[in-house]
């Protein structure tokens, strides 16, 4: 089992595990961690298509320690060996939490009430979380990002959608004929729908309103960008790590015959997100 590289705590001291897939740690995921005590930890169960938080991001939204299981390596246990193996790894484990529809074991033949039956210690069972008769699942959060509903994926996630990259050259028009932009190489996360979107943009410490791009710069060379301009300052920046939170959709993206047509809706762009952050 890998732990979470930013926790050190000691096993034997944990008392009571969440366990889940956790991609998002969102509303519903936080309702099952706030059952565990000040010695509980989180388990995720990691199936390699977390793209919402993935990775060590989750340790972002917590506290908690958190472990991670790797599916392939579990998923042929028979329910008795699961728990065995939890056991094992957490001797003092007195209670478990866990979702409605969670399931585990080979085949995932083994749920909630094989779960009471065997472990030998408390396990509470969280029912499903709705958001306006909506449940609350990182799969409908995925459909939102993907269809470009920004303020629909926040809402479920109970945070803004953040996406983190590293910063790569351009292709050089932005500062020369438009406006300056930060070209950033994006892995592992979940992009939204092609678009311009209004969003924060965070480099090392500081914090900036910005407008970005994500999409086929179709008006130009042709190629997938990631790009974010920052509103009021010109940064410059080579600082690897970039992180983007996005808060509103202003549009889709589109062709331009020219470059006066493709700057004169930049100029748009940045005067709509200027106006939402006022």
């Known amino acids: ?7 050190l705590v000691n096993k034997k001291d944990i008392q009571s595990i ?6 998002g740690m969102h509303i519903a ?5 706030e059952n565990l005590d000040e010695n509980g930890a989180i388990v ?4 390699g298509f977390s793209n919402l938080t993935p990775k060590r991001f989750r340790q972002e939204y917590t506290n908690l320690p958190i472990y991670y299981y790797v599916l392939d390596n579990i998923k042929y246990l028979e329910g008795k060996e699961f728990i065995k193996l939890i056991k094992e790894e957490f001797p003092n484990l007195k209670k478990i939490v866990v979702g409605f529809d969670f399931c585990f074991g080979k085949n995932r033949k083994y749920c909630v009430e094989d779960l009471k039956e065997l472990f030998n210690g408390e396990v509470i069972v969280i029912e499903e979380i709705k958001n306006n008769d909506i449940a609350i699942h990182s799969r409908y959060i995925r459909d939102f990002i993907k269809n470009g509903d920004i303020k629909k994926a926040n809402e479920f996630l109970g945070k803004k959608y953040k996406i983190v990259g590293s910063q790569i050259k351009g292709q050089g028009l932005g500062k020369s004929d438009f406006v300056p932009t930060i070209n950033l190489q994006i892995e592992d996360f979940l992009l939204p729908k ?3 979107y209004i969003t924060k943009t965070k480099i090392k410490n500081d914090i900036y309103n910005s407008v970005t791009f994500i999409g086929n710069r179709v008006s130009t060379d042709g190629s997938y960008a990631v790009e974010t301009h920052i509103l009021k300052d010109d940064i410059q920046t080579t600082y690897n790590k970039v992180e983007i939170e996005f808060l509103n959709r202003i549009r889709d993206n589109k062709k331009f015959d020219n470059f006066k047509d493709l700057k004169e809706q930049i100029i748009l762009d940045i005067k709509e997100a200027k106006e939402f952050f006022n």
């Open 194 to 196: 092609e678009g311009v």
């Open 18 to 23: 969440a366990i889940g897939g956790f991609d």
């Open 29 to 33: 995921h936080q309702k099952l961690f």
């Open 1 to 7: 089992m890998k732990k979470s590289y930013s926790t």
């Open 44 to 47: 995720t169960i990691e199936s």
